[in-house]
């Protein structure tokens, strides 16, 4: 049995119905491009299908699109449960770390919303809702990208 991922603020920045698509990215967006990829399990480690995931970040430069849907979206895990968002690297802005907002919500459970985090960054230490809980293994590209993984453990 595993603990379910432990869940975090949802913040000022949240867009109700974002566009259903794994790649954030668009045409001229500045940034490092980042894959992150888990699965999505209930506390007894099966897979959850069908479990909507719900991603929202700022910039590169630490802003976010609160007039559109600029660096959000939505897609579901397969029947294995797993997931793969493509995106960029957000930067950070004043009293945050870096980070990724995700609500994630198996077929008739409850909604899970937490945040993602990046290891090593400098605002880890003096951001006051960082949770090492939450932290995605990392690896660089040999091409200059980033690659994390995460898995999602919700309770049904």
Do not use: K
């Amino acid at each position: 049995d595993d603990d379910p991922t432990p869940a975090q603020t949802e913040g000022p920045y949240f867009t109700a119905d974002s566009p259903e698509r794994a790649d954030l990215r668009e045409a001229g967006m500045a940034g490092t491009t980042l894959v992150v990829a888990g699965r999505v399990l209930h506390t007894d480690c099966r897979p959850v299908a069908a479990a909507i995931l719900d991603f929202w970040h700022c910039d590169d430069a630490g802003a976010y699109d609160n007039a559109g849907y600029r660096l959000r979206g939505h897609h579901f895990s397969d029947a294995d449960g797993r997931w793969q968002l493509t995106t960029i690297v957000p930067g950070s802005y004043p009293g945050r770390t870096r980070h990724i907002h995700v609500r994630v919500q198996a077929p008739d459970g409850p909604l899970l919303t937490t945040q993602l985090y990046f290891p090593d960054e400098p605002g880890n230490a003096s951001d006051g809702i960082y949770d090492e809980a939450l932290v995605m293994a990392m690896a660089d590209g040999a091409d200059g990208s980033r690659t994390g993984t995460f898995d999602f453990v919700v309770a049904t």
